[in-house]
């Protein structure tokens, strides 16, 4: 077995590599590997946070484990445990086609699961400052995300008109100016005769989006207000710092429309990301195509 790099200010080699340090590290992106766990509430989860923050060499095992696997490590603390991104060509990616199968919807309504997506991490962290303080709680509601979106999709169609636009659908057209449209003729409940919302309403499908997001570790529920309300994760944050400068993220923030309920937000994308320290090739909980 190779012994491990110098660690620095060691002088010297480090002690050899044993297979119980390859397993700990394993193990270690194991933990990272359920975010829904919480390092507060595994022992030994801890103690490997703990090596890994002390012995510089155990850290660079377990990025190694963690490269090898495909993953990119967004952050190892006690806030956010082992915090792992799938990168796009690792087995542990979930596609955005995958996800919208596994929600039980056709292909004309995977779009429409992106934007809700793209809106709940609009909403839950819509300054730039929200994203860089560690400390920040992000509080959504799904019958907010909805309304914030019904919001956009009449900038949007404002737009369309001062320019001229045909506002029918058009199939071929890119990004929100194609969404608005489907979104804003979709019914927002289309309740059941005993009150359940359809999984095909825009509130079915944003509850979808949120349910997923809630068994990934990136939301947790806090109560059943408008359609049911979500507070934000260290893990959710990490991930939605990396999409922050993405095209569909600096279109929808280009509109300036302010979250309901929020009228100190203001959508604006950050005059320098620099600061935010990101991780290379990390996403989302999916990737497109």
């Not at 596994?102 to 929200?130: E, I, K, S």
């Not at 992000?138 to 320019?163: H, K, M, P, S, Y």
Request: hydrophobic share 45%; net charge negative.
């Amino acid at each position: 077995m190779p012994a491990a790099p110098e660690g620095p200010g060691d002088g010297g080699p480090a002690a050899p590599v044993t297979p119980a340090d390859a397993a700990d590290a394993a193990r270690l992106v194991a933990f990272g590997l359920q975010p829904r766990l919480l390092p507060a509430r595994d022992a030994a989860y801890a103690d490997l946070l703990r090596r890994h923050r002390e012995d510089p060499a155990f850290a660079r095992l377990t990025g190694a484990v963690a490269t090898g696997l495909g993953l990119v490590v967004l952050e190892v603390s006690t806030r956010a445990g082992m915090a792992v991104a799938a990168a796009e060509d690792s087995v542990f990616a979930v596609r955005m086609g995958d996800y919208a199968r596994r929600a039980a919807t056709d292909a004309a309504d995977r779009f429409l699961h992106g934007l809700a997506h793209l809106a709940v991490a609009a909403m839950a962290f819509p300054r730039p400052q929200d994203l860089a303080d560690d400390g920040y709680i992000g509080r959504i509601t799904v019958n907010g995300v909805d309304a914030f979106v019904r919001q956009a999709c009449r900038r949007l169609e404002e737009r369309a008109a001062e320019r001229g636009e045909n506002t029918d659908p058009a199939s071929g057209a890119p990004g929100l100016e194609a969404a608005w449209r489907v979104y804003a003729r979709r019914s927002a409940t289309g309740a059941t005769k005993d009150a359940r919302r359809l999984a095909g309403s825009t509130t079915g499908i944003v509850g979808k989006a949120v349910a997923f997001l809630t068994e990934s570790g990136f939301l947790q529920r806090t109560g059943d207000d408008a359609g049911g309300a979500y507070r934000t994760t260290a893990r959710y944050q990490l991930q939605v710092r990396d999409m922050a400068g993405g095209a569909a993220m600096s279109e929808l923030l280009e509109l300036g429309v302010v979250p309901v309920g929020d009228g100190g937000a203001t959508l604006l994308p950050p005059d320098d990301t620099d600061d935010l320290d990101l991780a290379d090739d990390a996403g989302l909980p999916f990737h497109s195509s």
